[in-house]
């Protein structure tokens, strides 16, 4: 089946640092949206893009629609502890009502 | 407040026995979805239903079966026929149209013994 390509797969960082992570794909997608999930909880909607080249913030996020519309990325500014977490990007196929297909998952660690 | 509710949290079961996970919602959404996640893995969509008595099957269907009575609620039975079962089981909802945001559930840890 299709495949969303996340990377990187984990990260290790410094608090105060800025994080990148990124979804790619080989097809063209219509939707992207980021996730964030706690351990033993379910994932929480941080931002959804909807147009190529779309660039979205929310607070200390900032989430891009790739212009190619096969890629998105997330940024994260001045990484604080309450980052931690596992962050998945899924997309929903371009010219299609298919399901969303999510990516596995960039798990964030932030040392204080 | 609205939101989707999944119970139990926490489950244990023998093998050999079949397990119903509920998942509740108030947000009047049409479609509803159970996910299955594995340590390392991205979400696997086990079942899917946009409306009320239908429901189709997602891409990791065997061993599992759902319903739909009621537009609030979407029960997955994990049934002695998976493998596999010891996972975390995610339960979605959206308004309806496929692949848009969708609101997740606090999940269900099924462990087998």
């Known amino acids: 089946g299709q495949q969303l390509n996340q990377s990187p797969q984990s990260m290790f960082i410094q608090e105060g640092e800025d994080v990148s992570m990124n979804c790619t794909s080989s097809?063209?997608?219509?939707?992207w949206l980021w996730y964030k999930q706690d351990p033993g909880e379910g994932p929480v909607l941080l931002i959804a893009?909807?147009?190529?080249?779309e660039l979205t913030s929310n607070g200390r996020l900032t989430a891009q629609f790739g212009i190619t519309r096969k890629d998105s990325f997330l940024n994260i500014s001045a990484s604080i502890p309450s980052d931690v977490g596992i962050y998945f990007c899924?997309?929903?196929?371009?010219?299609?009502?298919?399901?969303?297909?999510f990516g596995k998952g960039t798990k964030l660690s932030v040392k204080p | 407040d609205g939101g989707i509710t999944q119970s139990p949290k926490y489950l244990f079961r023998k093998e050999g026995q079949n397990v119903t996970l509920s998942c509740e919602q108030n947000?009047?959404?049409?479609?509803m979805y159970w996910y299955r996640q594995d340590p390392g893995q991205g979400l696997r969509l086990i079942y899917y239903s946009q409306i009320v008595n239908d429901f189709q099957k997602g891409d990791i269907a065997e061993g599992y079966s759902v319903s739909r009575e009621k537009k609030e609620s979407f029960p997955l039975t994990v049934t002695s026929a998976q493998k596999n079962p010891t996972a975390f089981y995610l339960c979605a909802s959206n308004a309806g149209a496929l692949g848009g945001e969708l609101f997740f559930g606090e999940g269900s840890r099924l462990t087998v013994l």
């Open positions: 899924a997309g929903q196929l371009g010219g299609s009502q298919g399901n969303l297909i």
């Open positions: 097809s063209i997608f219509n939707t």
């Open positions: 947000l009047n959404h049409d479609a």
């Open positions: 893009l909807y147009k190529a080249g």
